[in-house]
């Protein structure tokens, strides 16, 4: 009598999976295979964006590594909307070309950077304008980076060390020495500066 039971038991199981299998079966196929699918083309895109942004790199490199920089190819990188960062850059290298701290400016401003790297930015053509003297260095610095009190002295400094002229290098000291409220790391930065200099003079 029990196996008569049990045998009703697993029939009845057996078609119980049948009807599921029926009811629900297309649907389950249809999301598997709509998942795998979504998977693929996830996939596909972001080799493309990695392929982009290779390319870009390329380009970038090719543009600004020979010497002079080639204003066709920055050119054409800025134009690229798949260039990501780099056409960013090919954009401000662009606007550093003009060799005027106001049209670089603007163009910083109107990329959207976040605050780390618009710092960075700042930093770097910080340098770039070096030569217009302490005080437009110090403008564009602030400008981009407010809470880098103390960069454009900074910069300014470090430049007329490469350019060994110590005399100019103690008056952008002098003047990165004046600035309060400056990070820890810029103080120590500041004073190892200092003992450089009197071991320079």
Known sequence: MSDLFREVD???????????????????????????????????????????????????????????????ELAALARDEHSGIYGILARLEEASEQNDPTALLTALQAEELNPQLRAGMARIYGYHFAHLGWQDVE????????????????????AHIADKNTDKAAEALTRWQDVERVTPSMASRRNEAAIYLKLMS
């Not at 564009?140 to 103390?150: D, E, I, K, R, T």
């Open 139 to 158: 403008n564009f610095v602030n400008l981009l980076s407010p809470s880098m009190a103390g960069a454009a002295a900074e910069i300014e400094f470090l």
């Open 10 to 72: 697993e029939e009845l199981q057996k078609d119980r999976l049948k009807s599921f299998g029926r009811r629900f079966g297309p649907i389950i196929g249809m999301v598997v295979i709509i998942v795998l699918a979504g998977a693929a083309i996830l996939s596909y895109l972001d080799s493309q964006a990695q392929n982009d942004r290779n390319k870009a790199a390329t380009s970038y490199y090719l543009a600004t590594s020979g010497g002079a920089v080639s204003k066709d």
